[in-house]
């Protein structure tokens, strides 16, 4: 099926490990996101790649990096966990960045749930 | 820039009561509205949509909006609650003309329906 694919769906770390969360797309889209998801708080952006090549910060990005591989392929990477990176991580892309690119909405992944202990 | 309230963090019906689910957004252009639906343990799934042209549109599973211009806003409606729509739902906006921007979500409304 076409969509979002997110890998893994469940991490425990321990505080100071590092790990990655993959993300790939299979629907030909120019943008990607990720979104940290938090009771209370609803989804906040914490990179975004408008388009292949290209990665810009959004509205938490502290302790995270991002690459994106290629086109499909949108990571992002914890390099030293703290307990306040526990979270449900959600991958998103669109087909653009800005005006009719949007119109289609987001499509998400199913969420990476990531204890940090 | 764009902004999205959601009234009320929970709303709580009974099964075949009318469901109402409240999104005001400032948009400082015209612009793209869409209401997400989150059942537990899973992703975002797109509910519905406003681009241009009907302002009042329908999406999966029942539910339509309505977009109303002079009220900045795009409620979210379903006439008869089911069991099965117990969900968080997110109201989200983006604006259609300009050269940077992104969606930009509400903080969710959990929506619980009792038998």
């Known amino acids: 099926n076409a969509g979002v694919t997110q890998t893994p769906k469940f991490q425990v770390l321990k505080t100071g490990q590092s790990m990655t969360l993959q993300c790939a797309q299979d629907m030909n889209h120019n943008s990607m996101y990720w979104y940290r998801q938090d009771p209370g708080m609803g989804l906040r952006l914490i990179y975004y790649s408008a388009s292949e090549g290209t990665t810009d910060k959004g509205e938490v990005p502290n302790g995270y990096n991002v690459s994106r591989l290629n086109k499909r392929e949108f990571s992002l990477r914890l390099e030293s966990a703290a307990p306040s990176q526990t979270s449900v991580y959600f991958c998103?892309?669109?087909?653009?960045?800005?005006?009719?690119?949007?119109?289609?909405?987001?499509?998400f992944g199913s969420g990476t749930r990531l204890t940090v202990v | 820039a764009q902004s999205v309230t959601q009234l009320g963090s929970h709303v709580s019906v009974s099964e075949g009561a009318l469901v109402l689910l409240r999104c005001n957004y400032s948009?400082?252009?015209?612009?793209?509205l869409f209401w997400y639906v989150q059942y537990p343990n899973q992703g975002l799934q797109l509910l519905l949509k406003y681009t241009t042209g009907a302002t009042l549109v329908k999406g999966i599973n029942g539910f339509e909006a309505e977009f109303k211009k002079s009220e900045t806003s795009f409620h979210l409606t379903k006439p008869s609650a089911h069991m099965s729509d117990a969900a968080e739902y997110f109201c989200?906006?983006?604006?259609?003309?300009?050269?940077?921007?992104?969606?930009?979500f509400g903080k969710g409304t959990m929506l619980l329906v009792s038998p």
């Open positions: 998103a892309s669109s087909e653009g960045f800005h005006g009719t690119g949007l119109s289609g909405g987001y499509t």
């Open positions: 989200a906006v983006s604006e259609t003309n300009s050269g940077y921007s992104t969606l930009t």
């Open positions: 948009s400082s252009v015209p612009p793209y």
